[in-house]
């Protein structure tokens, strides 16, 4: 089984020579202690981490799982003192405010750190990473009281969060949520319902767990309309901040899953479980879009981090695996025949891998300065500019988290394929990828949720397409800088500043048809959202071939040639082998909406 190795160079190169992150830094309120020696270290640290304490449990706790017995959750082996070890290094509080416990550091710093840990360990990067959300969600909405009660220790990691929206009966569709909260004459509220498939709902790593839940209350309005955000501790909280009795919040059963069987997905039921309101009572689902947000990022990783993983586990076997000889003539003429990596078509799928890791991460981090500026907004609470960044980043998300989490599995899935026979079988670790990939394309919103969001509430509803001509402008910008330019980056940017008209033509079409066909966004959505997954991911292969092929040149990197040369080599790859599929989903958005609704539902299938 491959061992993970923290990918920092290729970290490095994006944070401080593609997005200039130390100038990112230097203009945000919370980014003076960001300075280059400190964000190093931080990156070396964590790492080690990864390398040393994360990723080797990743594996064991894949095979041992966790344990339920009346209503106690155990995690695997292993689990309990690394998650320890993260507090006690201080990792939980890297981006949160200094009053609470926190280190201060801009948003940004932990999306680095969360990478490294997912694609280490997607299992045990669940739990503290679902705390993310709960903590972003009280420092936006929370009380005073709620903050100075719960924060310190959400901060510090001694408790962890979950996000509690998911019913029997529902879950995308949060108008059906039963869930019921009943006012108390001391200002507190009674919940009773059952919640499922809550991400590290119960387990033994933590002293308190602090769900973040949706209710309706008595008097509410039908719908969405009508749901309020209530805070619930698994063990009541004193205003000191002390931990008192238990709450009756308790777990009725663990799911049992394909995959990320290390960490507790948790059936909640909660009786009478005493709660506080969050922010106004029904307007919930709106305070809620904070958590959700936060975590459909975070759900975008997971694609990167299972593409990284994966590519590491099939390039060493495609080095040392030999069979037959290469078509050209032979390669290893010492060897009974040569390494799988002199085969074209391995080199397909290795370099397909790489490319989704690698553009997915640029993606990433380019996002990742907007989340930065959007919390340095609330900071300064400058109100303007929190709403442009987070209506960016709005428009973003839905893209980050469907399209990546997509090329993840499809990453994940030809890992297995290049170790053939050998990437089926448990010992080299590639089929527990492959299965720990595939949640991530259903939580957080499907993909189908995730396009709809897109195409429907962001480009359509939202902005009348102007999210897109905003993008396109600056795809656009880049593009002109470098259209006379010789070899690949003149065609990278030629062929770019083509996909940003067809981008817009292709949303201005779809604008006007959908005036007429009220089935037509439904139709064109995913295909929609992996077009645009193609071409957002093509501008930061640009980007990046661009700016390796300027370091090449200068002589300045004349030490990372070989880097920088692959950098080109892979954008190319990029442009010539996986743009192209954005041809067919632009086809596929286009058709017509009667092709997938004029049969009859009896008629999908006749006894």
Same mark, same amino acid.
């Given at each position: 089984m491959a061992s993970y190795k923290a990918p920092l160079r290729d970290m490095?190169?994006?944070?401080?020579?593609?997005?200039?992150?130390?100038?990112?830094?230097?203009?945000?309120?919370?980014?003076t202690d960001a300075t280059p020696d400190v964000i190093d270290a931080i990156l070396e640290g964590a790492a080690t981490l990864c390398e040393e304490v994360l990723a080797p449990l990743n594996r064991s706790g894949d095979e041992e799982g966790c344990h339920f017995q009346g209503g106690v959750v155990t995690t695997p082996a292993g689990f309990k003192q690394a998650y320890a070890q993260y507090v006690a290094g201080g990792w939980q509080g890297l981006s949160f405010p200094l009053q609470y416990g926190g280190?201060?550091?801009?948003?940004?710093?932990?999306?680095?750190?969360?990478?490294?840990?997912?694609?280490?360990? %997607?299992?045990?990067?669940?739990?503290?990473?679902?705390?993310?959300?709960?903590?972003?969600?009280?420092?936006?909405?929370?009380?005073?009281?709620?903050?100075?009660?719960?924060?310190?220790?959400?901060?510090?990691?001694?408790?962890?969060g979950t996000m509690c929206l998911t019913e029997p009966q529902c879950g995308t569709d949060l108008a059906q949520i039963k869930t019921r909260a009943l006012p108390q004459a001391d200002g507190s509220y009674r919940l009773t319902g059952t919640k499922i498939f809550i991400s590290a709902g119960e387990h033994d790593l933590a002293h308190n767990i602090v769900h973040i839940v949706l209710a309706r209350l008595p008097d509410a309005p039908a719908g969405t309309r009508g749901i309020s955000l209530f805070l619930v501790p698994k063990f009541l909280v004193h205003a000191d901040g002390s931990v008192g009795a238990r709450n009756p919040v308790h777990c009725g059963a663990i799911e049992h899953k394909m995959g990320i069987r290390a960490s507790a997905t948790a059936v909640l039921n909660f009786d009478e479980a005493v709660g506080t309101l969050i922010g106004q009572p029904n307007k919930g689902l709106e305070a809620m879009f904070t958590f959700m947000n936060t975590a459909r990022i975070g759900t975008a990783i997971q694609g990167v981090a299972h593409a990284e993983a994966s590519f590491q586990g099939?390039?060493?076997?495609?080095?040392?695996?030999?069979?037959?000889?290469?078509?050209?003539?032979?390669?290893?003429?010492?060897?009974?025949?040569?390494?799988?990596? %002199?085969?074209?078509?391995?080199?397909?799928?290795l370099l397909t891998q790489k490319a989704i890791a690698e553009g997915g991460r640029a993606m990433i981090y380019d996002a990742a300065m907007v989340a930065d500026k959007m919390f340095n907004a609330v900071t300064e609470a400058d109100q303007k500019k929190y709403q442009q960044h987070d209506g960016k980043l709005g428009f973003l998300t839905p893209i980050l988290k469907g399209f990546l989490t997509e090329m993840g599995l499809e990453a994940a899935n030809l890992g297995m394929q290049v170790l053939g026979g050998h990437g089926y079988i448990r010992e080299h670790g590639m089929e527990q990828i492959a299965r720990d990939a595939r949640i991530a394309t259903l939580y957080e919103g499907t993909t189908g949720i995730q396009a709809l969001d897109l195409?429907?509430?962001?480009?359509?509803?939202?902005?009348?397409?102007?999210?897109?001509?905003?993008?396109?402008?600056?795809?656009?910008?880049?593009?002109?800088?470098?259209?006379?330019?010789?070899?690949?980056?003149?065609?990278?940017?030629?062929?770019?500043? %083509?996909?940003?008209?067809? %981008?817009?033509?292709?949303?201005?079409?779809?604008?006007?048809?959908?005036?007429?066909?009220?089935?037509?966004?439904?139709?064109?959505?995913?295909?929609?959202?992996?077009?645009?997954?193609?071409?957002?991911?093509?501008?930061?292969?640009?980007?990046?071939a661009a700016r390796? &092929?300027?370091?090449?040149?200068?002589?300045?990197?004349?030490?990372?040639?070989?880097?920088?040369?692959?950098?080109?080599?892979?954008?190319?790859?990029?442009?010539?082998?996986?743009?192209?599929?954005?041809?067919?989903?632009?086809?596929?958005?286009? &058709?017509?909406?009667?092709?997938?609704?004029?049969?009859?539902?009896?008629?999908? &299938?006749?006894?």
């Open positions: 490095r190169f994006l944070m401080n020579e593609v997005f200039d992150y130390p100038a990112h830094y230097a203009q945000l309120s919370n980014g280190q201060g550091l801009p948003v940004s710093v932990n999306v680095f750190k969360s990478e490294m840990m997912g694609s280490a360990n %997607w299992s045990f990067n669940m739990y503290p990473g679902l705390s993310v959300g709960c903590i972003n969600t009280l420092l936006q909405y929370g009380s005073d009281e709620q903050k100075q009660q719960y924060l310190p220790a959400l901060v510090s990691g001694e408790w962890t099939a390039l060493p076997y495609a080095r040392e695996r030999r069979s037959m000889r290469a078509l050209s003539g032979k390669k290893e003429p010492d060897q009974v025949a040569d390494a799988l990596i %002199w085969h074209p078509d391995v080199r397909r799928m195409l429907g509430r962001k480009v359509l509803l939202g902005t009348k397409g102007k999210c897109v001509r905003d993008f396109t402008a600056t795809m656009a910008r880049f593009a002109r800088a470098h259209l006379f330019s010789s070899g690949a980056i003149g065609n990278m940017a030629r062929m770019l500043l %083509w996909r940003a008209l067809q %981008w817009n033509l292709l949303t201005t079409r779809i604008l006007l048809r959908a005036r007429g066909e009220r089935e037509l966004v439904g139709s064109a959505s995913v295909d929609y959202l992996m077009y645009s997954g193609y071409v957002m991911m093509a501008y930061h292969w640009a980007l990046q390796a &092929a300027e370091l090449t040149a200068s002589g300045k990197g004349a030490e990372s040639l070989e880097f920088y040369r692959a950098k080109v080599q892979t954008a190319e790859f990029f442009f010539a082998r996986l743009l192209p599929r954005a041809d067919a989903h632009r086809q596929g958005a286009l &058709a017509p909406t009667r092709s997938v609704m004029q049969m009859h539902q009896d008629h999908f &299938a006749f006894p």
